[in-house]
């Protein structure tokens, strides 16, 4: 069975950082892109970060760009997101994600790419 298991998340306060970290199945992590994709209060899952299978190819959404960075080591099979400068509006459930693919460079912002999904961890972001 594939697991994904997200960690970090918690109460922070605006202007402060989190790293949230994913432990992914030895056989998947190597064969997938990996993204973090956020949920606030409504169901739709917005894309936040993505990283290709060799690291060296990132994305970020509009929203987080400056302030946060994906990153993977593939001995470990674990994938982070460092985040900085919280906001309010960052606060939300975040989901891991892994989409298995042939190219080493390729990722993907589309939540529908992902073949498997982690059950999130909490960042909550006060004022």
């Known amino acids: 069975q594939v697991q994904l298991v997200e960690s970090g998340g918690g109460l922070v306060q605006a202007g402060g950082s989190l790293t949230l970290s994913c432990v992914v199945s030895?056989?998947?992590?190597?064969?997938?892109?990996m993204g973090w994709f956020r949920q606030g209060s409504g169901t739709h899952r917005w894309f936040v970060a993505t990283?290709?299978?060799?690291?060296?190819?990132?994305a970020y959404g509009d929203s987080v760009k400056g302030r946060v960075t994906i990153s993977r080591d593939n001995a470990k099979n674990t994938a982070w997101l460092q985040m900085n400068n919280l906001k309010p509006d960052d606060t939300g459930v975040y989901y891991c994600?892994?989409?298995?693919?042939?190219?080493?460079?390729?990722?993907?912002?589309?939540?529908?790419?992902?073949?498997?999904w982690g059950r999130g961890t909490q960042v909550t972001v006060s004022t």
């Open positions: 994600a892994a989409a298995l693919v042939d190219g080493s460079e390729y990722y993907t912002k589309n939540d529908y790419d992902y073949n498997y």
């Open positions: 030895r056989g998947v992590f190597e064969t997938s892109a």
């Open positions: 990283i290709s299978k060799s690291g060296r190819s990132t």
